[in-house]
């Protein structure tokens, strides 16, 4: 056993010590795969010792999914049915339909809607495109940069590129040279964070009926991709 192997599984061992679980070790284990291998080229997460001590890990304390069950969209979007037409609300209402809007139909995380710009938007009567020029949690040097397409629909009290319009002409003139998508509906209506965000999301599931106690804002993502599944989308058009 290597220097470098042995320096691997006493750190491992540490982080395993500490309560840490597979997940977190695994992480871990990846980060140093990255700049650690032995003459013959094999990452030191590749090595036979490590593997069988991650699979140790997995079953001293294996990995569950957080929701046995998920809540149904369609509870979601008859609420937001109830707030139209757009030109009505509030922008504390506007804003808020709009995230959860765009968070169900692209199933993206927080961080990715936190990160969506006006610059790197286009609008056509079809669709609206944005680019993601930052780093988002599974960025990658192998990956390209995410294109987010959304789709309009025919009924425009639930369409996220009416709403997202609406959302636009609203906050030209609070923006200053701000040119996040998502900025405060309080003044001064800075550029929000991936936490606040968050926050929007979970308000409205509340508002219209799902338990945010069991669910977090997170559960936007497998909700929207298991409606999907049950509409029939192809499975790479979810997986996108």
């Not at 020029?133 to 960025?139: A, F, G, L, M």
């Not at 669910?215 to 497998?222: D, E, L, M, P």
């Amino acid at each position: 056993m290597s220097g470098n192997e042995q320096q691997v599984l006493s750190f491992l061992t540490e982080l395993f010590q500490k309560c840490l679980g597979f997940s977190a070790l695994n992480t871990a284990r990846s980060a140093l795969s990255t700049v650690l291998w032995n003459d013959d080229g094999i990452t030191i997460g590749r090595m036979p010792s490590v593997k069988r001590f991650m699979k140790g890990v997995f079953e001293l304390r294996p990995v569950f999914s957080r929701y046995k069950d998920v809540w149904d969209v369609n509870i979601i979007l008859e609420y937001l049915k109830l707030f139209f037409p757009v030109e009505n609300l509030s922008l504390r209402e506007l804003t808020h339909k709009l995230v959860i809007l765009i968070a169900l139909v692209t199933a993206q995380r927080a961080q990715t809607l936190c990160y969506l710009n006006i610059k790197d938007l286009i609008i056509d009567k079809e669709k609206c495109v944005f680019s993601v020029k930052r780093n988002i949690k599974n960025s990658s040097h192998r990956k390209s940069a995410p294109i987010i397409r959304i789709n309009r629909f025919i009924e425009e009290n639930l369409c996220p590129v009416f709403t997202l319009e609406e959302y636009i002409k609203r906050t030209s003139l609070l923006r200053n040279e701000e040119t996040q998508l998502l900025i405060s509906y309080i003044k001064p209506h800075n550029a929000v964070s991936t936490e606040t965000v968050s926050r929007w999301i979970k308000f409205t599931m509340s508002e219209g009926g799902i338990d945010v106690e069991r669910y977090k804002a997170h559960s936007t993502r497998v909700a929207s991709a298991s409606a999907a599944k049950r509409y029939s989308v192809e499975y790479d058009t979810i997986l996108s």
